[in-house]
């Protein structure tokens, strides 16, 4: 569906005439139907209206990240930088220990960031490119701007900081030679960005901007935040919304200072982005300097891991990047004998193989389970210590940690928590990663009266049980019919009871594909249950 600019607009839009509209109208609607920009307005949407003062944002933006696996990996490798990494010297293994450890607002910015690169870069042009790491710039300056800010929610002038150039990228990715023909004019001298942008397409970057993110829905402070402010010196702001406006303003200005700071002549462009915004941000020579310093040093990150960063080779003629999305990975055991007297099948309980060495030859076992298993382990079993000494543990996000270490070092399709339900008298999903997950966690739920199948077996014993093949004829019958409804395609799966005091309070599942003859080394085994003990902790103390 075609974007259109002649939508019910707010107070506040820039006022401009139906021949503009019906310029910008035509423009979007070439950029729609030849671009997967209404794809990418639905997942930029969604990031943007999560909110960091709601618990229930920290698991949605989780969920949305690991939901798509080039996301999830180019978000840890910016939270393993140096710019990045602060008080922890451990690798960050998982986006729930990212958002932890880096701050709900960092991680959010920087997953808008890269959705934008995903979404933009298609023609990897040279201007693209250029305009992606401008907005990237941008939003790191807004977001620094924002935690030295008094005002409630200061972290939204760092999307409307990202967006601000949203026109410019627009067209460059869309036609290189009308934006070519654009930037001319605004170098030659003789005609302002707004001037050239109408003359060339009919219609001004910043409405081309307001356009789209109208149609995405966006928060209409953020979009507001996009107007043009009056001329000159500014003044103190007196709402939030002005503090936003002039925050976009500047971080799209020193934005373009930044790749050139420490060039000859740009003193003169420095003091007078001073001038006009000094006084209204609490900005001198020195606060100005130590700002470009920390946000070099973050935007350089980011552009490392987005891949933007440009050949000198480069031709800037349909250039392709040699831009890959690289595989980046930053108890007591249950014998056989055992089992016996648990009353359970053998085959449903931890396969324990003591010799792992010859494994190491591959990246992945078949059935999906990544050979660096044990490490991924033990760096989540220190992500939930860390967590639970910090003295800012939330229980939920506790659980996510733990959840998303079991789901990403074992190599899970589908990975839930499920809890007992006192008022329903059922077990139901609380918290679920993976493929479908939302709609799988919903009907993930069964009574808690007592029958012989393995999770009821499970909790009544409280044994950790891994499933190799669900297709064993044994194992086949133990499993409930609803399991079979809900998971038909489940071959290898792992239930961990979570007891207290003989009571059950639930347990962790997570579910494969593909069978997995590899069974569980004893290593990987305690560390599995040291996560679960992790959680019980934090479970029995509610």
């Given at each position: 569906m075609p974007i259109s600019s002649s939508s019910s607009r707010p107070p506040g839009s820039i006022p401009v005439d139906d021949d503009v509209f019906s310029a910008c109208d035509r423009l979007l609607q070439s950029i729609s139907e030849n671009t997967d920009l209404p794809a990418l307005g639905s997942s930029v949407s969604r990031v943007v209206r999560l909110a960091s003062s709601d618990h229930e944002s920290v698991r949605e933006l989780a969920?949305?990240?690991?939901?798509?696996?080039?996301?999830?990996?180019?978000?840890?490798?910016?939270?393993?930088?140096?710019?990045?990494?602060?008080?922890?010297?451990?690798?960050?293994?998982?986006?729930?220990?990212?958002?932890?450890?880096?701050?709900?607002?960092?991680?959010?910015?920087?997953?808008?960031?890269?959705?934008?690169?995903?979404?933009?870069?298609?023609?990897?042009?040279?201007?693209?490119?250029?305009?992606?790491?401008?907005?990237?710039?941008?939003?790191?300056?807004?977001?620094?701007?924002?935690?030295?800010?008094?005002?409630?929610?200061?972290?939204?002038?760092?999307?409307?900081?990202?967006?601000?150039?949203?026109?410019?990228?627009?067209?460059?990715?869309?036609?290189?030679?009308?934006?070519?023909?654009?930037?001319?004019?605004?170098?030659?001298?003789?005609?302002?960005?707004?001037?050239?942008?109408?003359?060339?397409?009919?219609?001004?970057?910043?409405?081309?901007?307001?356009?789209?993110?109208?149609?995405?829905?966006?928060?209409?402070?953020?979009?507001?935040?996009?107007?043009?402010?009056?001329?000159?010196?500014?003044?103190?702001?007196?709402?939030?919304?002005?503090?936003?406006?002039?925050?976009?303003a500047f971080s799209m200005a020193a934005a373009t200072l930044l790749p050139r700071m420490h060039d000859e002549g740009q003193d003169v462009a420095g003091r007078a982005l001073l001038k006009r915004f000094g006084h209204a941000l609490d900005l001198d020579q020195e606060s100005l300097t130590r700002l470009f310093a920390?946000?070099?040093?973050?935007?350089?990150?980011?552009?490392?891991?987005?891949?933007?960063?440009?050949?000198?080779?480069?031709?800037?003629?349909?250039?392709?990047?040699?831009?890959?999305?690289?595989?980046?990975?930053?108890?007591?055991?249950?014998?056989?004998?055992?089992?016996?007297?648990?009353?359970?099948?053998?085959?449903?309980?931890?396969?324990?193989?003591?010799?792992?060495?010859?494994?190491?030859?591959?990246?992945?076992?078949?059935?999906?389970?990544?050979v660096n298993a044990r490490e991924q382990l033990m760096a989540g079993v220190q992500d939930v210590t860390e967590m639970m000494a910090s003295g800012r543990c939330v229980v939920n996000d506790l659980i996510m940690l733990a959840l998303e270490t079991i789901y990403r070092s074992m190599g899970f399709r589908f990975a839930t928590i499920c809890l007992k339900d006192i008022k329903t008298n059922q077990f139901r999903a609380r918290i679920s990663l993976g493929e479908n997950n939302t709609a799988l966690q919903a009907r993930f739920v069964f009574p808690c009266a007592s029958s012989r199948d393995l999770f009821h077996l499970a909790m009544e014993n409280d044994a950790d049980l891994m499933i190799s093949d669900a297709s064993v004829s044994k194992i086949r019958d133990l499993i409930p019919a609803w399991h079979r409804a809900l998971l038909p395609d489940a071959r290898s799966f792992i239930v961990l009871p979570l007891v207290v005091q003989k009571v059950p309070l639930g347990f962790f599942y997570a579910d494969r594909t593909q069978p997995a003859p590899e069974g569980v080394p004893s290593d990987e085994a305690a560390l599995i249950r040291t996560l679960k003990v992790q959680v019980l902790a934090v479970l029995s103390s509610r």
């Open positions: 969920y949305f990240v690991l939901a798509d696996v080039a996301l999830t990996q180019k978000i840890l490798r910016i939270a393993n930088t140096a710019e990045y990494r602060s008080y922890s010297v451990a690798p960050v293994t998982t986006i729930s220990k990212a958002i932890f450890m880096l701050g709900f607002d960092t991680v959010k910015t920087s997953a808008l960031a890269m959705l934008l690169v995903d979404g933009m870069s298609g023609s990897h042009a040279l201007s693209v490119r250029a305009e992606l790491e401008h907005a990237l710039s941008a939003s790191v300056i807004g977001r620094e701007l924002a935690r030295r800010s008094h005002f409630k929610d200061a972290e939204e002038a760092a999307v409307a900081a990202l967006f601000k150039n949203m026109g410019r990228l627009l067209v460059a990715a869309h036609d290189h030679t009308l934006y070519g023909e654009i930037v001319a004019l605004i170098e030659g001298g003789s005609h302002t960005p707004t001037q050239a942008s109408v003359k060339v397409l009919g219609c001004s970057f910043d409405l081309l901007a307001e356009s789209v993110l109208r149609e995405w829905q966006i928060p209409n402070t953020i979009v507001t935040a996009l107007n043009p402010l009056p001329q000159g010196v500014l003044r103190l702001a007196k709402t939030r919304q002005e503090w936003m406006q002039q925050v976009a920390t946000v070099a040093q973050e935007t350089r990150a980011l552009t490392d891991q987005a891949y933007l960063t440009v050949p000198q080779t480069d031709s800037g003629d349909g250039d392709q990047d040699a831009q890959t999305d690289s595989d980046w990975e930053p108890g007591d055991d249950t014998s056989i004998a055992e089992a016996a007297e648990l009353g359970l099948p053998s085959e449903l309980l931890m396969t324990i193989i003591e010799d792992s060495e010859a494994l190491q030859a591959n990246m992945r076992h078949p059935s999906g389970k990544p």
